[in-house]
T-cell receptor, first 115, second 115 residues
Framework: GDSVTQTEGLVTLTKGLPVMLNCTYQ??????LFWYVQHLNEAPKLLLK?????KRTEHQGFYATLHKSSSSFHLQKSSVQLSDSALYFC??????????????FGSGTRLQVYA | GPKVLQIPSHQIIDMGQMVTLNCDPV?????FYWYKQILGQQMEFLVN????????KSKLFKDQFSVERPDGSYFTLKIQPTALEDSAVYFC?????????????FGPGTRLTVL
């Protein structure tokens, strides 16, 4: 079945530094990938999404590129801010088995940014 | 932006009791979802619901679980009877459209503790 792997449970950084949060996936069919962000005591919100191979997608300073050759969709930002401290989830939607939009989530990466 | 509300935010009950988790979805959305997240694990799909019917459910959606949205009110998840392994955070989501790329809007979750 489908799976999503986020290898880092916690990433800690000083503000102003770049960050990359890893996401790899496994699916039989053409993948649709999402990044959700969840701030403390808030709902998860969609950050960005993509289904196009090798095309960079950007939103709110974050960007990610879907690479089907390596089954990856890493999230990056060139300069993190204190307000970026949150839990980040990578998720997969698969047209082969999930016609109605069921999402498969990774375990999440907590990003903690320090001053 | 559009918000999904979940009531209550926390619920503590004794094993064997019934519990109802309430979700107030985005007002014009048509598709509704429940996900379950056990502490330290990834969020997992339980069920989705459209036009008064369950469209798809996972193996986590046990016989003790049921969902409904009577007369356009709250979208509810009922567990009867509860078991210890039902302790988790339950996230509700809604979407205007369905499909592999449809954006799901999530609530902040209800933390259920079964004693």
């Amino acid at each position: 079945g489908d799976s999503v792997t986020q290898t880092e449970g916690l990433v800690t950084l000083t503000k102003g530094l770049p960050v990359m949060l890893n996401c790899t996936y496994q699916t039989t069919y053409s993948p649709f990938l999402f990044w959700y962000v969840q701030h403390l005591n808030e709902a998860p919100k969609l950050l960005l999404k993509s289904s196009t191979d090798n095309k960079r997608t950007e939103h709110q300073g974050f960007y990610a590129t879907l690479h089907k050759s390596s089954s990856s969709f890493h999230l990056q930002k060139s300069s993190v801010q204190l307000s970026d401290s949150a839990l980040y989830f990578c998720a997969l939607s698969d047209p082969g088995t999930q016609v109605v939009g069921q999402l498969t989530f990774g375990s999440g990466t907590r990003l903690q940014v320090y001053a | 932006g559009p918000k999904v509300l979940q009531i209550p935010s926390h619920q503590i009950i004794d094993m064997g009791q019934m519990v109802t988790l309430n979700c107030d979805p985005v007002s014009n959305h048509l598709y509704f979802y429940w996900y379950k997240q056990i502490l330290g694990q990834q969020m997992e799909f339980l069920v989705n619901f459209y036009n008064g019917k369950v469209m798809e459910k996972s193996k986590l959606f046990k016989d003790q679980f049921s969902v409904e949205r009577p007369d356009g009110s709250y979208f509810t998840l009922k567990i009867q009877p509860t078991a210890l392994e039902d302790s988790a955070v339950y996230f509700c989501a809604s979407s205007l459209e369905v499909g592999v790329f449809a954006e799901q809007f999530f609530g902040p979750g209800t933390r259920l503790t079964v004693l």
